[in-house]
């Protein structure tokens, strides 16, 4: 860990568009993160692997301001943030689409509670609807679309406000194997139209080496960051980036790194859910 | 012959399968309504038979008597008054129910004291019969509007509170976690979220209360009252006039009928994506 954080300070000397130092977070029977300190430059793509239990949604829901933490801070462009602000935004693992409303005034919920919803921010709003690739659905219902489809408004809703940084926590993980191979290159194609900051939440290594510019492995027992992997890879990546020898060489190491913890949340998993509990936690 | 075409061809014998499955899912779908007005017309008819065949006036009305002691009322402007005056009475006791049921359902739901001291009350008073003090609260509020309008809330206040609040309780988390993540404020977190996600519930208990509603006035009116549905129902009863007697049962069952069928056209108006 402590050569992450080396390589992590000497990389980014320039200041960071988002800084999470020294964050800890407890709950009643367990340290859900200890000391974990990350830098994410400006238009930079982070993606965060580790093992159930490790409190990575934790710590994303912290960044986001929906949790707490018990020490330590985060800062976007230096500034400390505490509470769910428009400098961030937030998509969630399951697609939490507001069913009465259509998929256009879904998207501009976000703008309509911050008192910014006017002729030009649905313009602007109609143009994110596109780039997801919902042009025509506009008026559609939830339960009119598809899971992609859903979380496809779910990030046109979040990327609405124009936040700084972009917080993604396992969005694609509810979606069946093919839908998440193309929405993997959605997500590349749309954060390539802006490149926003981005940090993102997974499970899945290849997900993780596939999408970032630099991987956050977290360990568990306590949650903490165990190694930070630079992903080498030119962009654009197309899909068949997947079956390069580079890019299976990263998620083998990736894969090695977590591995025991892996196996150790499974074996505990069996006498008594862990994450089900640090769920619940949370809520 | 056919048989070979049909060899040669495995298509046109799936086309075919696939033609009278569609047939046959047609005349299912045309055949429950017809198979509905069957159900009323046949036991409409029943009646009818066994009122002529009992032969006593005294005892039950065909429904041929019944209709015409309708007419008659109507004619009279009999029937026009008694409705009147227990649309009245329910109208307003509805209406009061509504508005209260839905704020002490809101109150309880938003605060914890709130749910902890009016919960006790709302669940033991929803599970007890309340009709009973019916004659009670005549005897307290006289024989007039107000005693019935009194004895509709009481009845129709509880499903609405308890619905309610269930359904503010009901509010998806994550809907609230989102709206949350934007900032939102706790009033813009209940009026986007909360409100909109319990309205079919209160729908729901609203239209649950019109049939409570609708005994509530008749019950009333049975222990005291100078007009209405329910005290028409009682003088014929009592003068053993059947078919009058049966022309105020029908006049509440159309209602109940009407007033329902109204709150379902409302709730697939206002709340469309609950219809799945």
Not at chain 1, 31 to 55: Q, W
Not at chain 1, 57 to 71: H, N, P, Q, S, W
Not at chain 2, 138 to 147: A, H, M, P, Q, R
Request: proline share 4%.
């Amino acid at each position: 860990m402590e050569s992450a954080l080396k390589e992590q300070t000497t990389q980014h000397a320039a200041p960071a568009k988002l800084t999470i130092r020294g964050v800890h977070k407890q709950f009643v029977d367990l340290v859900a993160l200890n000391d974990v300190n990350l830098d994410v430059a400006e238009g930079e793509f982070v993606c965060v692997v580790g093992p159930s239990g490790c409190g990575k949604t934790t710590l994303l829901r912290i960044v986001a301001g929906l949790e707490e933490a018990d020490l330590g801070n985060i800062a976007i462009d230096g500034k400390q943030v505490k509470r769910p602000g428009v400098d961030r935004g937030f998509v969630f693992q399951s697609d939490c689409l507001l069913p009465w409303r259509t998929v256009i005034s879904n998207a501009l919920v976000g703008l309509e509670i911050n008192g910014r919803r006017n002729a030009a921010s649905r313009v602007y709003t109609q143009s994110l609807l596109k780039l997801v690739g919902l042009e025509g659905f506009e008026n559609y219902y939830p339960w009119q679309l598809s899971g992609g489809m859903r979380q496809r408004v779910n990030l046109a809703r979040a990327l609405a406000i124009n936040p700084d940084v972009l917080l993604m926590d396992e969005p694609f993980s509810a979606l069946d194997a093919q839908t998440r191979e193309i929405m993997q290159t959605e997500m590349l194609r749309i954060w390539n139209a802006g490149r926003k900051t981005v940090m993102f939440i997974t499970h899945q290594i290849d997900e993780a080496v596939y999408l970032a510019d630099r991987v956050v492995v977290l360990g568990r027992r306590p949650g903490r960051v165990k190694e930070i992997v630079p992903i080498e890879i030119s962009r654009p990546r197309s899909l068949a980036v997947k079956r390069t020898p580079s890019f299976i060489a990263y998620v083998d190491a990736i894969w090695k790194m977590i591995e025991h913890d892996v196996r150790e949340s499974i074996s505990e998993e069996g006498d008594h859910p862990k994450p089900k509990r640090q769920r619940d936690a949370v809520e | 012959m056919i048989q070979a075409d049909k060899a040669l061809n495995p298509s046109a014998a799936i086309a075919e399968k696939l033609a009278a499955k569609q047939r046959r899912d047609k005349l299912e779908r045309a055949a429950f309504p017809i198979l509905a007005w069957v159900s009323v017309i046949g036991g409409i008819l029943l009646w009818e038979l066994v009122g002529r065949s009992v032969g006593s006036a005294l005892f039950l009305a065909t429904p041929s008597q019944t209709w015409l002691a309708l007419v008659d009322l109507w004619r009279s402007g009999e029937l026009q008054h008694h409705i009147w005056v227990s649309g009245q009475e329910f109208l307003y006791g509805y209406l009061i129910a509504c508005v209260a049921g839905i704020v002490i359902g809101l109150i309880m739901a938003s605060y914890r004291s709130g749910s902890a001291l009016l919960g006790p009350w709302v669940s033991g008073l929803y599970a007890t019969p309340i009709i009973a003090v019916a004659p009670l609260v005549i005897l307290w509020f006289g024989i007039g509007i107000w005693s019935k309008i009194v004895v509709v809330i009481s009845v129709v206040i509880f499903p609405v509170i308890i619905n309610t609040e269930a359904g503010i309780r009901a509010t998806d988390r994550h809907l609230i976690e989102a709206i949350r993540s934007f900032g939102a404020n706790q009033f813009q977190i209940f009026t986007k979220v909360s409100l909109p996600s319990a309205l079919p519930f209160i729908l729901a208990g609203l239209r649950l209360g019109i049939g409570r509603g609708l005994i509530g006035v008749v019950v009333g009116e049975l222990f005291g009252a100078r007009a209405g549905v329910g005290f028409m129902i009682l003088q014929a009863a009592e003068s053993f006039a059947m078919p009058k007697l049966f022309a105020g049962v029908i006049v509440l069952a159309a209602a109940g009928i009407s007033l329902t069928a109204a709150c379902h056209a409302l709730e697939s108006k206002l709340v469309p994506w609950n219809r799945r």
